[in-house]
């Protein structure tokens, strides 16, 4: 079992930048990728970025592509998510997940474990 903690959510200007993390704990050694989505109010959850956990290949939505960043710390098992220019559409809860099986790194049904999420509101 792996376990994830989301941090870094918060209230920004549009324009702005913010930083999430993703502590995985338990069993990461099964780790193959882990990625991030988001759910805005009253909308189905989406894929934002993802990355391979010992290549490092990293893919991204078309929405936030260009602004968002990826990465990875291996020795810490931490995964971040570099945000910037935030617009007030980027807000939602954001997850971080794990998939521990080859899958389609794109499909939110891919992964197996999910975080409990942190809040990213941009203001106008």
């Known amino acids: 079992q792996v376990l994830l903690a989301e941090s870094g959510g918060g209230l920004v200007q549009s324009g702005g930048s913010l930083r999430l993390s993703c502590a995985a704990s338990?069993?990461?050694?099964?780790?193959?990728?882990v990625g991030w989505f988001r759910q805005a109010p009253g909308k189905e959850r989406e894929f934002v970025a993802t990355?391979?956990?010992?290549?490092?290949?990293?893919y991204y939505s078309d929405s936030v592509k260009g602004r968002y960043a990826i990465s990875r710390d291996n020795a810490k098992n931490t995964v971040y998510l570099q945000m910037n220019s935030l617009k007030p559409e980027d807000t939602a809860v954001y997850y971080c997940?794990?998939?521990?099986?080859?899958?389609?790194?794109?499909?939110?049904?891919?992964?197996?474990?999910w975080g409990q999420g942190t809040q990213v509101t941009v203001s106008s």
């Open positions: 997940a794990a998939e521990t099986v080859p899958r389609n790194l794109l499909l939110l049904a891919s992964y197996d474990y």
């Open positions: 338990g069993g990461t050694r099964s780790l193959y990728a």
């Open positions: 990355i391979s956990w010992s290549v490092g290949n990293t």
